[in-house]
């Protein structure tokens, strides 16, 4: 194995993390998602990685959104993370499937107000006519609320992916690669070398 490797994948996801972190890495939190709709087409964007909660990486976002719907529809996923400065990048698949309700509740009451606000105003996704129909529907949300807490909607909250296989790739002179992957091996797990 890799000396920048753990026998764990666990671990050396999040030492790579930390190391990105402590490089600066610019949006190291970004992850690439990666899921399929109802006609096969597979659709990517970028989330916000949230940590290891219940065993799982984990993400938020409206459980009304497209990535949420394409997920209850077909639960199989992929992320990519890219530590650009550290030339690295990490790929995880896996199932993903709600977190739960205690989860999100704890996360959503670390958000900055305005975006507890946002959480409620903004129908993610769905067709709006101007700017200020978003401004609108927010002052609307502020107003209800008033200075009180404000509470996680139903339809808001996260994810976990339930990681079935991890790929770490290194980069190297001359395209010479360093990959490895792991995959479940009764208890732990089993790591072996790509070539690039």
């Not at 903004?122 to 067709?127: T, Y």
Request: hydrophobic fraction near 40%; include cysteine.
């Amino acid at each position: 194995m890799h000396p920048l490797l753990s026998e764990d994948p666990w671990k050396s996801l999040e030492l790579w993390y930390r190391e990105a972190e402590a490089a600066g890495e610019s949006m190291v939190d970004a992850m690439a998602l990666a899921t399929v709709d109802a006609k096969g087409q597979p659709r990517a964007r970028i989330v916000l990685y949230k940590g290891i909660i219940e065993g799982k990486v984990a993400f938020f976002t409206n459980y009304r959104s497209p990535k949420a719907l394409e997920i209850g529809g077909n639960p199989r996923v992929a992320l990519t993370f890219h530590f650009r400065s550290l030339t690295r990048q990490v790929r995880l698949e896996g199932c993903a499937v709600k977190l739960s309700a205690e989860a999100s509740d704890a996360y959503f009451a670390t958000r900055p107000r305005e975006s507890q606000i946002g959480a409620w105003a903004s129908p993610q996704s769905e067709v709006i006519a101007t700017r200020e129909e978003l401004e609108r529907r927010t002052d609307e949300v502020r107003a209800r609320f008033g200075q009180g807490a404000v509470p996680r909607p139903d339809f808001w909250g996260g994810f976990g992916v339930e990681v079935e296989r991890f790929e770490f790739w290194l980069g190297a002179e001359f395209r010479l690669h360093d990959r490895f992957v792991y995959t479940p091996a009764g208890v732990g797990w089993r790591g072996q070398r790509l070539a690039p």
